[in-house]
């Protein structure tokens, strides 16, 4: 099986495209530079330029490239950048995927829960309708994006992932430094759910949905979300480190991040993969304490 991965530099992109080669399977990167191996063809999502031999004779996408949320403050430049990176690249894969002749008939799409907004306690699934606020508006536009594909008779597959933990990078990564001075705090109220997948079990997902005939929606996170104060509780545990006394105060959370604050770290939602588990999918970690015992 020959695999095209978008954004496999990135922490998702290398641990799935590690696993993809280990499985035996033949991974071509598309990057935005000058290629400088055989397994390398050259992208320009924002000019919908793709070597037109990227995806001769592949059988899947995986499309994950996109600018980080949380890399930077939300100004109303970031934010433009955020929706234009993911929807003008989306739309040129897409594209370039139905006009394809002898192309990939399969692409797993990444996407996000942001999708539903804040659910505060309510569980959800991927039958729930959109959301509120930014992240939600940002995330119906990069799943629309790829209806030429889908339009073209590919099976395409919108994986709502939810945080991905490592050791490595990502969201975990940058709060480590805190947890292990001992300066770990819960977030605003506490109460807000994450939904959350540890980095072996969003890889081992992705490649049942290629290896599975499930289109749509599918929500890439574990099946026991927690609340912040767990999530926080958990951490400290698996670190052997104290948190601090008293939680980060909302209006100083807002203040330091401005919008990503409000959206991202105080807002709650409790997400399950209900489409994964109906399928038979299997978590190798579906509590937070054994993903992070497994990932730190």
């Not at 997400?271 to 999918?281: K, T």
């Amino acid at each position: 099986m020959t695999t095209v991965v978008t954004g496999s530099s990135g922490l998702l992109g290398t641990a799935l495209a590690d696993a993809l080669r280990a499985d035996g399977h033949e991974v071509r990167r598309l990057v935005r530079r000058p290629p400088s191996g055989p397994d390398e063809r050259f992208w320009d999502p924002a000019n919908g330029v793709l070597d037109p031999g990227a995806l001769e004779g592949a059988d899947a996408v995986v499309h994950l490239a996109g600018a980080g949320i949380g890399d930077r403050r939300w100004s109303e430049a970031y934010k433009r950048e955020l929706v234009d990176s993911r929807v003008s690249g989306t739309r040129t894969l897409a594209e370039a995927l139905a006009r394809a002749e002898r192309g990939p008939r399969v692409l797993l799409s990444s996407s996000a829960i942001g999708f539903y907004g804040d659910t505060g306690d309510r569980a959800v699934d991927e039958s729930a309708p959109s959301g509120t606020g930014f992240l939600a508006g940002l995330v119906r536009e990069w799943e629309a994006a790829t209806a030429p594909a889908a339009e073209a008779g590919l099976r395409v597959s919108l994986m709502r992932s939810g945080v991905v933990l490592s050791g490595r990078g990502g969201a975990l990564a940058r709060m480590l430094p805190l947890f292990k001075m001992g300066a770990g705090a819960v977030l605003g109220d506490g109460r807000q759910y994450v939904s959350w997948i540890s980095l072996p079990d969003w890889v081992d997902a992705a490649r049942f949905l290629l290896a599975h005939d499930l289109d749509g929606p599918v929500n890439l996170t574990a099946p026991e979300p927690v609340t912040n104060a767990e999530y926080t509780a958990a951490l400290a545990k698996a670190l052997r480190r104290p948190t601090m006394p008293v939680p980060a105060p909302r209006f100083a959370l807002r203040l330091a991040l401005g919008e990503f604050a409000e959206e991202a770290l105080l807002a709650g939602q409790r997400v399950l993969p209900r489409r994964l588990l109906d399928a038979g999918h299997r978590f190798a970690h579906p509590t937070i304490g054994e993903a992070l015992s497994a990932v730190l």
